[in-house]
């Protein structure tokens, strides 16, 4: 499934292309999806193929096109400090822009069926949090992954604002995947070839619209144990933070909030990363003469020559210019922490341990 937008050169590219195509239609969402680059996720040797609107499979690590996720993004209708269950976690990739948008305040869970894919999920994670540049830009709530096959939820197990599944469910599994949201909730999951959301308006009341048409492997069916029955799986707990992880967020948030201000005073606008300009392909135009018997190509001399010139020119410089060695970006908000009377240990703490 996929391939509705055009391939992208890089991140921002595909976003852009994205927003041209009003997959993405918000703001908040396409900030998650600027700060998560979509390359980061894919193994090495495949990521040629990140910024292209297409799904991607290699072994259990699977990658849903961009324009699903942009419309389960959009369709989720997340706010900071909602909880969110991701059915079928896979890579992360979606949990992680996710919690970008909930803040600290919010859960972050999802359950995946195969261990490999969490420790994969994992290990993105963590490297999300300790190298890339956006983790100092925003408030995060980091996703906790189990693994598990989501139709062996406990039956006490907590509900959520927000549920997506990632794989498509059979209609006799609708009412099971319903219980597990909260009333005024909102769930996204594919039901017979169509991304559907689902709201919740009352204990027993429901409102259901069809957001696009998709192919989506099926959810695998639990296996039973000894006794016949499938063994139940629990969700992560809702913990409640404690004191010292208080104390770093709010921190944080003031000197970021400090930062802010600032910058208005001394009239900085934020700006976003500069992008690439994409390459513009053009075919020199040529009109044919007859010589003799022979039909011969010939330039034709016209103003059209002339703007390919000058823009053959302007595409030297800009890639002359992209060439020249790009200072790194400059993390504000570690500076100010860096510069607090406070031991190194404490530094380092506020810093989640990042080394830049």
Request: aromatic content about 8%; glycine content about 6%; overall charge negative.
């Amino acid at each position: 499934m996929g391939g509705a937008v055009s391939a992208g050169e890089d991140n921002d590219d595909l976003i852009d292309n994205l927003k041209e195509a009003q997959y993405i239609r918000t703001e908040r969402v396409e900030q998650a999806f600027r700060a998560i680059d979509r390359g980061d996720y894919y193994l090495e040797g495949y990521r040629d193929n990140a910024y292209k609107d297409l799904a991607w499979k290699h072994g259990n690590i699977h990658l849903s096109a961009p324009c699903i996720y942009s419309e389960v993004m959009e369709a989720l209708k997340l706010q900071p400090g909602l909880s969110f269950l991701n059915l079928g976690s896979g890579t992360g990739y979606l949990s992680t822009m996710v919690g970008l948008i909930l803040g600290p305040f919010g859960i972050n869970h999802g359950i995946e069926l195969h261990s490999d894919v969490v420790e994969y999920a994992k290990e993105k994670l963590e490297s999300f949090i300790k190298n890339s540049d956006s983790f100092d830009k925003f408030e995060f709530c980091e996703p906790a992954f189990v693994v598990g096959n989501c139709l062996q939820i406990a039956s006490d197990s907590h509900q959520y604002d927000r549920i997506y599944c990632g794989a498509g469910v059979q209609k006799d599994h609708e009412n099971y995947m319903k219980i597990l949201l909260k009333v005024g909730g909102i769930l996204v999951m594919p039901i017979e070839d169509q991304l559907t959301q689902i709201m919740r308006t009352g204990q027993n009341t429901w409102e259901s619209k069809n957001i696009l048409a998709v192919s989506f492997a099926p959810l695998v069916q639990p296996s039973k144990n000894d006794n016949g029955k499938p063994d139940s799986v629990g969700l992560p707990p809702c913990a409640v933070r404690n004191l010292q992880d208080l104390a770093r967020i709010y921190i944080r948030r003031t000197l970021r909030n400090f930062i802010n201000d600032e910058m208005q005073a001394k009239g900085i606008p934020s700006r976003a990363p500069p992008k690439r300009k994409r390459k513009r392909v053009k075919q020199r135009i040529n009109t044919y003469v007859f010589v003799g018997n022979q039909l011969i190509p010939q330039p034709l001399d016209s103003e059209e020559d002339e703007k390919m010139e000058e823009d053959k020119e302007e595409e030297e410089k800009d890639l002359s210019e992209a060439m020249k060695p790009e200072e790194p970006p400059q993390n504000l908000l570690r500076e100010k922490i860096m510069k607090l009377p406070l031991p190194e240990s404490l530094k380092a703490y506020l810093t989640y341990f990042r080394e830049k």
